[in-house]
């Protein structure tokens, strides 16, 4: 029982830290940059790359390291280990095969283009942006999937039925942005230029509120406010 309480603790950490790196990613990339781009893999060709890069590697290193649930032997055919492997994996991918740089809105990287002058992995390359973006699309799949069936797994408290209702909203709203985007994909039609990237900034927040959640990192906050108050009370 000692050796798992550390674990559980590490788990919610884990948690914690996808959720904020999830809410800080659109946050940080744009204030950087301080432009909006088609998509947030085009900020790989822009100095918020720092930014996109290791949080985006950060999040598929912790979704490769987590552990949840047991696998139902009985009612499920992947556990979350399996899953977010998956996630983790796909996360790599999305940084290590970066989008192709056009068609991002922005004419420094459209001069990129014409120079043929990109960094590291950057390209041009029409079958290696299919591998990136069926990378992305799973990746937020997944994540949609964590929230809406894994998260919402557990002894249903009247506290776990209200958080289940977030899980499965984010689980929602998630899917939906992805079925947009599919949708436009499919038809060759956009309702404006930055509908990719307000659809991922939804997903992304989504999930990071979902992760957050899951990490009680608002009953962390209440306790260390409650402390705060303590303490205040004490020295008056």
């Given at each position: 029982?000692?050796?798992s ?42 100095k ?69 002058s ?12 299919t ?39 984010t ?24 509908d ?41």
């Open positions: 029982m000692e050796k309480k550390p674990i559980l603790q590490s788990y919610y950490m884990i948690r914690k830290i996808i959720g904020i790196l999830g809410i800080m990613l659109p946050l940080l990339v744009y204030l950087f940059h301080g432009d909006f781009l088609s998509s947030f893999s085009h900020y790989y060709y822009t918020s790359s720092l930014f996109f890069t290791s949080i985006l590697t950060a999040f598929g290193l912790f979704l490769i390291s987590y552990r949840g649930y047991e696998k139902n032997l009985e009612t499920e055919f992947l556990s979350d280990n399996q899953i977010t492997h998956i996630g983790g994996i796909t996360a790599l991918l999305v940084v290590f095969i970066p989008t192709s740089a056009s068609g991002s809105n922005s004419p420094y990287i459209n001069n990129m283009c014409i120079l043929n990109y960094p590291l992995f950057g390209h041009n390359n029409s079958f290696l942006n591998i990136h973006l069926l990378s992305a699309g799973v990746f937020l799949f997944v994540m949609g999937w964590m929230s809406f069936f894994r998260f919402t797994k557990g002894e249903l408290t009247p506290e776990k039925r209200r958080k289940n209702v977030v899980y499965r909203s689980g929602y709203i998630i899917w939906a942005s992805i079925f947009i985007l599919l949708t436009e994909f499919i038809i060759v039609y956009e309702i404006t230029k930055y990719v990237i307000i659809l991922e900034t939804i997903s992304v927040l989504s999930f990071g509120i979902s992760w957050l959640i899951k990490g009680k990192a608002f009953e962390d906050l209440l306790e260390m406010k409650f402390k705060f108050l303590h303490l205040g009370a004490k020295e008056i």
